[in-house]
């Protein structure tokens, strides 16, 4: 079971920190991932890293702005979000792969379990 938590509603330029909370699972052992989806949109790829934590991927659109890491010993990984615009609106969804190891992939399809989303709203 995954929990997402930490969004709400920041202004532009801004920051946020979103969590995630994992239970039922070996949570070191399986690549993660943050995805979201704007109105009218498809979900999409944000970032992602691997189950040790030292492979980390980004959608060109966050790169150098959002990090991603975790926590395996508190069940927790994290998207640290800055210099929030208006085009970072959307839900957050967390994610997690159900085959443990391995390199992480950005598809939405290569994840099994997913979080219930988080909502990020960047006022401008």
């Known amino acids: 079971q995954l929990q997402a938590s930490g969004g709400g509603l920041v202004q532009a330029g801004g920051s946020l920190r979103l969590s995630c909370a994992a239970s039922g699972r070996t949570f070191s052992s399986f690549n993660m991932g943050w995805f979201r989806q704007a109105p009218g949109k498809e979900r999409e790829f944000v970032a992602v890293?691997?189950?040790?934590?030292?492979?980390?991927r980004y959608a060109d659109s966050v790169k150098g702005r959002f990090t991603i890491s975790r926590d395996n010993a508190k069940n927790t990984m994290y998207l640290r979000m800055t210099s929030l615009n208006a085009d970072d609106t959307a839900v957050y969804y967390c994610a997690m792969r159900r085959v443990p190891y391995g390199v992480p992939g950005i598809r939405n399809a290569e994840y099994d379990y997913w979080g219930q989303g988080t909502q990020v709203t960047v006022s401008s």
């Open positions: 890293i691997g189950w040790a934590g030292d492979r980390t």
